[in-house]
C-alpha cells in the first residue's frame, strides 16, 4: 500500500442499558436488570486486553450511562445508575475509558402499562434533556462529553439544546437508515431519520441535524461523528426486508433499493459482521491521506449469556481481531480512541 498517511480511528460505544426482557432470562417483572453492565462489561474489559493497536494500547471504550425520564420515574433519580454504579464506573474510566450519556426519549402510558417513544412532544423532550444532564454532572462534574440517543432519535431541537448544554460529539447518526412512524401502532419506538446523512464529520445546521450548515445557516458547536455502515447491496435488502416487516411499512423496501445500508453491533456473529469488514477495508484501500473513524456499539446484555443466536461477548473479540487485522495487512496505522478525543483530532 503506498498511502501509509492515514490513521484509522476505532471507537467503541456503548450503549448501556438495562438487560432486556426477552433477551436475558430471569427478569424480575416490572424491574430493571443491569447484569450486562456488572458482570458483562468487567468480563469483556478482561477479554479483550491482548487486541492491541498501533501503539501497543489496549481498547479503550465510550460507556454512555442512561439518564433519562425512565430511569427517574422507576429509581426516583435522573442520575441513579450514576450514582449505584459509580464505583464500577470509576474504576472504569482509571482504564482509559470515556462516561458518556444515553438518553431515551422513554414516556410510559399507564393505561396500557407501557414505555414508548415520545415522538410528538418536543419541548418535554428538550426539558427532559436540561434535567437529566444536570442530575448526570451532580455525580459526575463537567460531564458527559459525548452523547448518543436512544434508539438513534433526533429533531432540530433536540440536537439544538445537547448543543446549548455543551455536549461536544454526538454520535447518533447512521447514514442511510431511516424508520418511519406507522399511522397503525399507537405506542412507537425505535424511530429515527440520518437517511441524507453522509459518512463525515460535521457541525450541524441549526436547519437540518441531518447535514453541515449551508451558506446562511447557522452553525452548531456540536460534532456530529456517524457511525460505519456498510453499503452492500444484498445486505441493505436484508436490513430493508427486516424493517419493513418490524415497522409494518413497504416503504422501508424502497428506502433500501434508494440507499442499501446495513449496520449491526460489534458482538454479531461472524456472518453478520462480515459484510462491515468488507466496507471498512474498502474504505482503507481509497487513496486518500484523510483519516478514517470507525464508529462501533453494542449493548452490554450481549456480552453476557443470552438467548440470542447472533450476539455475545466471543464475536465482539472476534470482530475486533478483525478490524485489527485488516488494518495490519493494508499497513495502515491503528488507534482506539474515546468519541471525545475525535474533535481534537479532527482540529489537527
Not at 16 to 36: H, M, V, Y
Not at 78 to 101: A, F, H, Q, R, S
Not at 268 to 279: H, L, V
Request: charged share 30%; aromatic share 12%; glycine share 6%.
Amino acid at each position: 500500500m503506498d498511502d501509509k498517511a492515514k490513521t484509522l480511528y476505532i471507537v467503541i460505544g456503548c450503549d448501556t442499558d438495562p438487560d432486556r426482557q426477552g433477551f436475558i432470562d430471569i427478569i424480575p417483572g416490572n424491574k430493571l436488570s443491569w447484569r450486562g453492565m456488572t458482570e458483562g462489561i468487567p468480563d469483556t474489559k478482561l477479554a479483550v486486553m491482548d487486541i492491541k493497536d498501533s501503539g501497543g494500547k489496549s481498547p479503550v471504550f465510550t460507556w454512555l450511562m442512561r439518564a433519562d425520564d425512565q430511569i427517574n420515574i422507576i429509581y426516583g433519580a435522573y442520575n441513579w445508575v450514576l450514582e449505584n454504579y459509580k464505583g464500577l464506573i470509576e474504576d472504569l474510566e482509571k482504564t482509559g475509558d470515556e462516561i458518556g450519556w444515553h438518553p431515551h426519549f422513554y414516556k410510559h402510558n399507564d393505561k396500557h402499562g407501557i414505555w414508548y417513544q415520545e415522538l410528538k412532544d418536543v419541548s418535554w423532550q428538550c426539558r427532559m434533556l436540561e434535567s437529566a444532564h444536570k442530575s448526570f454532572g451532580e455525580i459526575f462534574p463537567g460531564k458527559p462529553r459525548s452523547v448518543r440517543t436512544g434508539w438513534l432519535y433526533h429533531n432540530n431541537e433536540t440536537m439544538k439544546k445537547l448543543d446549548e448544554l455543551g455536549l461536544k460529539i454526538d454520535f447518533s447518526a447512521v447514514p442511510g437508515l431511516r424508520t418511519n412512524p406507522v399511522k397503525k401502532i399507537k405506542f412507537h419506538y425505535n424511530i429515527y431519520d440520518w437517511f441524507s446523512t453522509g459518512k463525515e464529520c460535521y457541525h450541524p445546521s441549526e436547519a437540518d441535524y441531518r447535514r453541515a450548515a449551508r451558506e446562511g445557516e447557522r452553525e452548531l458547536s456540536i460534532l456530529e461523528v456517524p457511525n460505519f455502515t456498510s453499503h452492500s447491496w444484498f445486505w441493505g435488502m436484508v436490513s430493508g426486508f427486516y424493517m419493513a416487516g418490524k415497522m409494518k411499512d413497504p416503504v422501508q423496501i424502497i428506502q433500501a433499493i434508494r440507499k442499501p445500508t446495513f449496520w449491526v453491533s460489534l458482538s454479531a456473529g461472524r456472518k453478520w459482521f462480515s459484510p462491515i469488514i468488507k466496507s471498512l477495508a474498502k474504505e482503507l484501500r481509497r487513496p486518500t491521506e484523510s483519516d478514517i473513524f470507525f464508529i462501533t456499539y453494542f449493548h452490554p446484555d450481549e456480552l453476557i449469556e443470552n438467548r440470542s443466536k447472533i450476539y455475545n461477548r466471543d464475536n465482539l473479540k472476534r470482530n475486533l481481531k478483525s478490524i485489527i487485522n485488516l488494518s495490519d495487512r493494508l499497513e495502515i496505522p491503528h488507534r482506539y480512541i474515546r468519541a471525545e478525543d475525535i474533535p481534537l483530532l479532527i482540529s489537527e
